[in-house]
Nanobody, 112 residues
Framework: QVQLVESGGGLVQAGASLRLSCAASGFTFSTYAMSWHRQAPGKERELVAAISSTGGNTNYADSVKGRFTISRDNVKNTVYLQMNSLKPEDTAVYYC?????WGQGTQVTVSS
């Protein structure tokens, strides 16, 4: 069956970095665009970053441009989100998505 398993979340101080990973299985990973989304308490889920199937195209939410980088490894069937210069407002549960499938989420908490 399809699985998307996120990892790499945690509690960090403002200004720190984290790298999220999402390992995919059960579908043809290399043929699908992938994306990262986040949901903060009391807010709607929002798109953070997306990457095309080959990795050649990416796009980002304005709030993370210049700080976050999405990448993928089509051999390892994994998509990454490198998050630098983290801010308290980045605190949320982060989810990866591929096609119609969602991971279970990983918590990122940034303290001030």
């Amino acid at each position: 069956q399809v699985q998307l398993v996120e990892s790499g979340g945690g509690l960090v101080q403002a200004g720190a970095s984290l790298r999220l990973s999402c390992a995919a299985s059960g579908f043809t990973f290399s043929t699908y665009a992938m994306s990262w989304h986040r949901q903060a308490p009391g807010k709607e889920r929002e798109l953070v970053a997306a990457i095309s199937s080959t990795g050649g195209n990416t796009n980002y939410a304005d709030s993370v441009k210049g700080r976050f980088t999405i990448s993928r490894d089509n051999v390892k069937n994994t998509v990454y989100l490198q998050m630098n210069s983290l801010k308290p407002e980045d605190t949320a549960v982060y989810y990866c998505k591929g096609y119609i499938y969602w991971g279970q989420g990983t918590q990122v908490t940034v303290s001030s």
